[in-house]
Structure formats: structure tokens, C-alpha cells
């Protein structure tokens, strides 16, 4: 049995051909270059374009973590390896479970080395794959699809929907071109690529940038970043010991080898080391302070000390 023909896609802003490269074949090196990096002001562009619904996403998704629920990024392709990779890099910057943000790729482990692209066309799978890990009404759904006409990514978020689960999604075309079913309607119009319909170039990058904000933005709203500075880092390695041990300094004066010992105190925990440092307390003291004021350090220090060993 054959499958039907493709339906045209020709009208997406994302297929469209880039009347700025239309010689690329023919530039010099040098030419080829510099205009990648003209095009590649339009992803900040596209990026700053959406910051009002980047915002709704962070405050509306940080909501629902603050209540238990988890995050979920979506997608096939390009698209789903960059939600796979931001939620793999949570973990390491700000010490959250692993199950907290997680990323669903079409194809599983194997598609993010080896292009599984034919899986995207699967409407059921998206929904599938969500129902394996226990997705709830409780947790938060990113579709991403560049194109927006994802199969795979659509079957996810209209699952979210129907479990009455936060759906947004992110896409590179507009609305107009293609409806996605959400509550929160992210669009990054990064305009044609110069490759023709090849999404990994300026969609992704506009994708990357706004992933980093929205997990960025969620975490400092979850109270796991203090300033600048990632007080919720993972010491795992001799790398994020020193940069432990600098925050410790820069904010509270603390010298390495004392800094060093709180750490091994704390269990590696920079907030409760600050805590420790700062108020006298104990580590026990130092966690009930922190567990009291709902993780957020800055309120921690500011608060009388809780009850509890010194």
C-alpha cells in the first residue's frame, strides 16, 4: 500500500527560498561566510520578536514546577535533539533531578546520532511517547517544530490538551501558516534559510536561544540561581568544584580551603554552604532554613534562623 503524496509545503516561511543566497554555490569563501553571519543576526531578532510569550512560558511553566509538576520538551529532528539537549544540561547548571526536565526525541537515544526523520510523520507516536513517562495533567509540554506541521509533535501537544497540561508551542512559522494546538504560542520568524528548507541553520539557532531562555528563566523563578551566580550547581567534577568555590568567594569572602570544607559538609550544596558561612548554622540548620523559605537562598539569608541543630 503506498502512502498519500505529500501535501505541498512550498508556502512555509521556513521553505522558502533566500533571494540573498541564491548564488551561494558560486561565492567565494569569504563572501559565503560573511553572509551567514548577516543572516545570522535575524535569529536574535526573531527571538527578542517573541519575548512576551518566552515570558508567559517561564512564569506559567514555573508555576506549575513550583506545584510538582515537570517539564517536557517535544520534538523529531533537529528540533527534538535541541529540546533533548537543553534538558540534559539542567541537571549539571542547577542540580535538578533528572526527571524534572526531560527531553522526548521521535526515535529515542538512537535519533539523536543518526537521523530517524521518517518517525516525525507518526501522529500517534508523539502521544505515545509522552504516556511512557507518566506525562500528566500536572506537568508542561514544548512542542517544538520548526515548520510547525510535525505530526509527531502535534499528536504530543494535543495529548497535553486533553490531559489539561500546559501546551506550548514553538515554532518558526507564523501562526497564520500553520495553527498548533496550545495555550502558549510561541513563534520565531527567522525568515528563509539560506539553505534552502534546511532548519537546522537559522530556526535552530532561534530554537537554541529560546530554550536557553525559557530553562534559564524557570530556574531562576524555582530560586536556583542567587545574582549571576548558579548556587544550585552539581560539584561533579574539578571544573564545578572551582567554580563552587569562587562563588562561595565572590559572594561571601570564603576562603578555598574553607570553602572546601563546607562544601564536604554540605554535600556539595553551594546554598547551604552560604548559608553556614553567613548565618553560623549548622548543615542540618542550614537546610531546614532553606527548605523553610521554599529553596530561595536570598530569602533564606535574610530570615531568622530556624529551629533545629546548630
Known sequence: MTSPAPESRGHLLTEQANPHSADLDQLSTADLVQLFCNEDLRPQQAVAAAAPALGAAIDAIAGRLQRGGRLFYLGAGTSGRLGVLDAAECPPTFCSPPELVQGVLAGGAPALLRSSEGLEDLFEAGRDDLAARGF????????????????????GLEHARSLGALAIALA????????????????????????TGSTRLKAGTATKMALNILSTGVMVRLGKVYGNRMVDVAVTNRKLEDRALRILHDLAGIERDQGR???????????????????????????????GCGGQLRQALAAQPSAGPQ
Do not use: F, N, W
Not at 500528566?136 to 499528536?155: E, K
Open 261 to 291: 570544607l563546607l562544601l564536604e559538609q554540605s554535600a556539595g550544596s553551594v546554598k547551604l554552604a552560604l548559608l553556614m558561612a553567613q548565618l553560623g548554622l549548622s548543615a542540618e540548620a542550614a537546610r531546614l532554613q532553606l527548605e
Open 136 to 155: 500528566s495533567g500536572a506537568d508542561c509540554l514544548v512542542g517544538i517544530a520548526a515548520g510547525g506541521t510535525t505530526p509527531y509533535v502535534h499528536g
Open 172 to 195: 518558526c512559522v507564523p501562526a497564520e501558516q500553520v495553527p498548533m494546538p496550545c495555550d502558549i504560542d510561541i513563534r520565531l520568524l527567522t525568515g528563509p534559510e539560506l539553505l
